[in-house]
């Protein structure tokens, strides 16, 4: 299994719809969870921290599985500008470096 | 407002050139990373350092080094570039305790060797 494993999509969703996907991690000592947005050619930028169950940011919505050894990402109402790439990273054991996923591309249509 | 910084955004290179990739942060982050980045693959870790003076190889070394001489500077350096390291590369830093902010990222330097 690897160590975090995201599907690569695309997800093509309408504009005003919600959308949500996993990413599923093997270490579960983690106590840190992130996920990363990248838009085309640009570099990963900070979306979302995760440290206890869950986080709310606006149309954003992280949530936490420690059970099942998962983050997701919700993303309510979107918007054409939420077309991207997300990643989700989780430290490694040692806590100092990330481990990604390979990425979930969003394609959100008119 | 920026806070890790890569000197070039693109660059060109002639195969077998020496090549030096710069970056620098103002975060006083101890932790400092070199990924490629390429379609389907994902991010692969080049090289990466904890301190100053002080590197590991991470997954893809082959054909790279680094230097950090100064807490603030990770320079990534292709010793004789090939095609095949055409590529985005991407730094970034962290505090020791990735947990703690996770990563920042420059904005990269796309590199293409001729």
């Known amino acids: ?110 | 407002d920026v806070k890790v910084t890569q000197s070039s955004r693109y660059l060109v290179k002639r195969t077998g050139e020496k090549v030096f990739l710069e970056c620098v942060q103002d975060m006083d982050h101890e932790n400092m990373f070199w990924y490629r980045q390429d379609p389907g693959l994902g991010l692969r870790l080049i090289y990466f350092s904890y301190d100053v003076k002080m590197k590991e190889k991470g997954d893809i070394p082959e054909g790279y080094s680094v230097s950090r001489e100064k807490k603030e500077r990770f320079s990534l350096i292709l010793e004789s570039a090939s095609t095949n390291q055409t590529s985005m590369y991407l730094c970034a830093s962290s505090a020791p305790w990735t947990g703690e902010g996770g990563y920042t990222f420059g904005s990269g330097t796309r590199l293409t060797v001729v």
């Open chain 1, 1 to 110: 299994r690897k160590e975090v494993e995201q599907d690569p999509g695309p997800f093509n969703v309408p504009e005003g719809a919600t959308v949500a996907f996993n990413c599923t991690y093997s270490n579960s000592a983690s106590q840190s969870f992130f996920w990363y947005r990248q838009d085309c050619r640009k570099e990963p930028k900070l979306l979302m921290s995760v440290y206890s169950s869950g986080n709310e940011d606006g149309r954003f919505t992280a949530q936490l599985n420690r059970a099942s050894q998962y983050i997701s990402l919700l993303i309510r109402d979107s918007k054409l500008s939420d077309s991207a790439t997300y990643l989700c990273a989780v430290p490694g054991n040692a806590g100092n470096m990330l481990t990604f996923g390979g990425g979930t591309r969003l394609m959100v249509k008119p």
